[in-house]
């Protein structure tokens, strides 16, 4: 592998300006003759417009334009889409609602925007924003899915009747009804997977420059996926052909999903710009805009069951889910409680039939989208809940039953469209086992009980599905786009390399993790290499990150192009050397002739190709190639993670002890920065556990608006976390890479509230186990047979 | 933010007078609760006048038990003074687990207790320590000054200068801290003066703001430890109640928490 290539512990690259202050975030860049953006929002969660009154706003100082929705529309600025078309079981298309950029008639949630104020300074135009009268008829609002579908729930969207958007499922229901008919035991479970708020440090923003005499636009602005973001913006929303407009996502804090999706922000300030006539419009959302705008993640209500014979194997699972989506569709939220989710219910185990019916309702909420996990964690919990629910139920030992019903071989086609390619579950729970001391769990506990506490174990035997994915299989499954990657590699004349790449870094640190690609390749210090990604103009195209696809999808794409690199560069050295092709080997940072002495630097291979002085016959010049990677299946990361919690029964205060996680993600490039992503992961997975939740009251107001009620988890909250990784290669791609972005928090709620209900000794606990929650569980029964 | 004045008053008798002179003025000391509320265009004062240049008026003072500190001393000021954290150790120790280190250094005793948030850690252990107010213009003791959620006995002008008590006995401070903010979701000072003289400050938890429940002082006083707290009731009725803490769940964390403050002191 070398110091610096694959499988090298290589510092990041990129920390140097991220931890100098010397980052540069869409808004840290300047534009002379920059105006600002506020917008104006809606304070109701569902209301009809009946006036908007700018007569005082227009007048005040430094304002160069408010708009509103009709005159957007007017413009010709296209609707809000969702790329991903999903069905009813019935056969009918989801039933989507109008979502404009700016509201038009209704308002259908806190924060939606009303109107746009362009003014010279952000003081003067928030101060005009405020100045914006509107006048709102105020409409009862439904915030839960499960009152959505009420009978007298207010209607949202007249497409959508009682709110449901689709009625979708997935597997064979008479051939599970039948197992169920059959079965020895039955288990069931209601659970809630609570709603989150994303919370990426760096908050939204978009910088739009107009240049009139061109008719151009360049767009910075905070996004995982640039490319997406301008095709969607010039095809759909109309605001500029693709060739007059430049996206730009430059240095992004964070996204986890909230930042994939092309919001009404940047779509209003690329359309202002041009009728206001200004150079230049930034917008940055502030932490109240975050929590009201940024789209939400999670929030389901499933009853499941799950059938049993007599030697407590899993003969069917059974599913019903109701996912809020939000007052709009947004641009991935369709896929998200459907092919993301109920693909993944077969966890690790081998259930011959799986039935699962999902209902997607509006609500007068922020829309829900992906976050971190994007459906997969919510099949996890539901899974590994109801695992140890089972295991209860039946007396057998939770690993003991998940051990029990484990796929052992490989491929193994489940009931619901997944096809896992390779894994060894046996292998991620031994090693999760004996990192915790599984078999003396029971010693500890009596130690706790004699202090008074009361000590839980909790398991999480995880799968997800990352690398997505093929792109004729999402489209045969309603995707409105394709989800291969490229890359392009860029030799310069001296030897050095640009990696252009269609994925984009928002804090996975691709800059060193792909540089290390081309290090192990030709043995040249990473600091000769450079990957760019993040401009329309640089990139040719990409899919951006998302769903832990830059490791399997993007590197493999740049691991095509190495190949093409190298074997043109093996022809010339081989001309140049005059020796065989097949003879060249490439070694660190020198070409040369296998046997003999004879060699040369890559720097002069790299020269030959430019200067053309010595080129074989026919060959073109330079040394540049490119290449798209489309996967051949999704890729499948598993793992076991184990927590061990004590809860304190005064107080409910629950603290992790210890928590363990081994993980099988394939082929490993910087085992350092894979810990990172598995710690950042557990931190988001943990604060859903036990702090996260986000809130609306019965009139649509979110609660938990800011810091001082959304709990974030923080380094005190956390243990420290004794990761570790088992590997079997992915078959699928020419990595072996299966993704580690996600796996965190996919795995460690359900393992989290495994312990906690094992502490407490029934199940009867929700989402977040904040101490209120887990004390309310206690005092509601059970904690005298807990502490024992 | 709205436009706003700004001011540095040079002593106590300029900080008045210029506060009178303005239309709609404020004080400002660490501006760790003013400020952000500005920022959110909840508060738009129209001048503010900065205390914290006031000669002197940051002091702490400790001749044997007798405390005296200034109202713009820092949160860490208290929390690290060598004297105060001998004679009254759980008043340092209090000052030294509000906000983080950012609002530490930079807010206020003064400007804790004028604010009177329900979730302030300073107002409960005023009250248990039997503290005088000290103001430009008066005196008074603590139970005065502190008039109900957000609300002091101090008029327009009026800004506190110090605050001042006898070091108890013994006492310790303990708190839920609220999961998000880490405010106080329910804290409890419990100061024994001797003399079967004990003073419990509640704070964070019930919705007339900071109080002194007095069934467990008098328990206390009979016997100061933890089982006097048993027959206590602490009324639900009284509680507030939010997303994070129901009614019922803060009277449970008030009876805990004066339970692990009286084994601190004790212990
Ligand atoms: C992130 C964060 C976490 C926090 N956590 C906690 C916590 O855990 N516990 C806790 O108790 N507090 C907490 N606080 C509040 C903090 O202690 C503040 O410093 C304090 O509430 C206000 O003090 P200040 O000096 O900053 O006052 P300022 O913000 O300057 O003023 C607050 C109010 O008091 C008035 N005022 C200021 N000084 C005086 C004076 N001398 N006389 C009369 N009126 C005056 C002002 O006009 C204003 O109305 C937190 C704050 C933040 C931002």
Redesign the pocket.
Known sequence: MGIEGIGARVLRKEDKRFITGAGRYTDDHKIAGMHFAAFVRSPHAYAKIKKINIKEASKMSGVAGIFNGKELTGDGIGNIICGWMVHSKDGSPMNMGAWSALATEYVRYVGDAVAVVIAESLEEAQAAAEAVEVDYKVLKAVVTAEQAMGLKAPQLHPEAKNNVIFDWEIGEEDATDAAFAKAANVVELDIRNNRLVPNPMEPRSALVQYDAAEDHFTLHTTSQNPHVARLVLSAFYQVAPENKLRVIAPDVGGGFGAKIYIYPEEIVCLWAAKRAGVAAVKWTADRSESFLTDAHGRDHFSKAKMAFDKNNKITGFKIETLANLGAYMSLFSSSVPTYLYATLLSGQYNIPNIHCNVKTVYTNTVPVDAYRGAGRPEATYLVERMMTTAARQLGVDPAELRRNNFIQEFPHQTPVIMAYDAGDFGASLDAAMAEIKYSDFEKRRKKSAKNGMLRGIGMSCYIEACGIAPSAAVGSLGAGVGLWESAEVRVNPVGTVEVLTGSHSHGQGHETTFAQLVTERFGLPKDNVQIVHGDTDKVQFGMGTYGSRSGAVGMSAIEKALDKVEAKAKKIAAHMLEAAEGDIEIKDGEVMVKGTDKKLGWHEVCLGAYTGHNLPEGMEPGLKEGAFYDPTNFTFPAGCYICEVEVDPNTGVTTIEKFVAADDFGKIINPMIVEGQVHGGLAQGIGQAMMENAVYDDDGQLLSAS?MDYTMPRADNLPNFHVSTTETLCPGNPLGIKGCGEAGAIGSPPAVINAITDAIGHNNLTMPASPQNVWAAINDGGMAEAAE | MYDTNYHRAKDAADAGKKLRACDDG????????????MKQRL?A?SD?ID??YIKD?NKIEVKGKEVTIG??A??AEVATHAKLAKVCPSLAGLAA????P???N??????????N?P?????SAMLALGATII?NKRKMKAEKFFTGMFD?A?AED????AVSFMAPKRGAYA?F?NPA????MAGVYVADHGKGDVRVGV?GASQGGVYRPKDMEKALSKSFEPGSLEGCKVDEGDMLSDIHGSSAYRANLVKVMAKRAVVAAAG
């Open positions: 810091y | 404020m004080y400002l000391s660490g501006g760790m609760t003013l400020l952000p509320t508060a004062p503010l205390l914290t008026m109202a713009t820092t949160h687990h509000i906000g983080d950012h609002v530490r930079r807010g206020t005793i003064g400007g804790s207790i004028a604010n948030d979730a302030a850690d300073y107002p103001t002091t101090l009026e800004f506190v200068k708190k801290p903010s880490r405010y106080a704070t």
